[in-house]
């Protein structure tokens, strides 16, 4: 049994205890624990400045790296697109900071941007389907050429906002085919508008420019639906190649890489990425200068990746493409063509 005494003993043990720490400290230890702290923050002090040093040298290459990139744009893009005209496609909400810098490096390499479209949260929403589906039902027979055997809503609706952004009158290339405007307007208007015109449409593309979104709304974890994700992913990936296709070329604009990148998945694919062009980080200077010549690479008939990612090429070469024909046709040489191809 434990008695008063034990507790006695006990807590002169610690008194005791805390006598000789506080004795130790104030005298024969004193100067060595108070020079091992000095001499410990001193070195913190200073590992701490020299890091501050390094990364306000890094800041100031980086920023120097910038200002080159960005004063030499001019003579990298000279000509690189002279009288193309481009329609710029968002895939989602884009910052208007990285839109409108694309805008200036295609006008910087002789483009014209003849419309900005951003698809709406209809063209995904899953509580749509059959609106979309309708929808497609109509348009298809617009579509010239019409899709191919098998092809779902998704690619009738991407081949309809392509077909609306590059087709022209024959006889007057300057101006949108009469079934383009049409197309848009379907696609823009009603309850649920698949797209938004940031401005009437009316001249046709040559080519296509897709912008990935800013937000990667899928990326959120948990949150996420894998199954949506994937749909809005393919339904994204459709008009990226209904652009490849149906114009003279079309570059997707992403952003960085990895958390389920649209390239990412582009790249994973042998078939895609072998048909489709693809231009990263173009939230940075360097990634929007390379987006016109990656454009001009694909017109030439080259697909490629650029960026500094796994897979791609830092810069895309340079070329030179043939000049713009848009002489109208007529209705001899129409005729002249049909007689040509029959003999053929």
Known sequence: MIDFRYHIVSLISVFLALAVGIALGAGPLKETIGDTLTGQVE??????????AQLDSASDDLGHAVTYIDAAAPRLLDGALTDRRVAVVALGEVDE??????????????????AHVTLNDAWTDAGLDSFRQALGGQLVQYLSPAPADGAGVQEELAAALVQGLVAA???APDTLASDSA????????????LVTLQDPVEVPADAVVVLA???????????????????????????LTAAQER???????????????????ILADDELASALTTVT?????????STPLALAVCISGE??????????????????????????????????????????
């Open 247 to 265: 114009s003279e070329g079309a570059v997707l604009a992403d952003g960085p890489r990895g958390d389920g990148s649209l390239t990412d998945a």
């Open 169 to 171: 009158d024959p006889a």
């Open 43 to 52: 070195q913190l002090r200073s590992e701490k400045d020299e890091l501050r």
């Open 303 to 344: 697909n490629g990746h650029y960026g500094f990612g796994e897979g791609e090429t830092p810069l895309p070469d340079a070329v030179t493409l043939a000049p713009v024909d848009r002489t109208p046709a007529t209705a001899d040489a129409g005729a002249g063509a049909g007689t040509e191809g029959t003999q053929g």
């Open 281 to 289: 980080d173009t939230q940075l200077v360097a990634g929007q200068v």
């Open 97 to 114: 900071s990285v839109r409108t810098a694309v805008d200036e490096r295609f006008t910087q390499a002789g483009a014209t941007v003849t």
């Open 182 to 193: 049409f197309l848009l307007e379907l696609l823009s208007g009603g309850d649920y508008p």
């Open 213 to 239: 979104p800013s937000e990667r709304d899928a990326q959120d974890g948990a949150s996420a639906d894998p199954e949506q994700t994937e749909q809005t992913q393919a339904a994204w990936l459709a008009v």
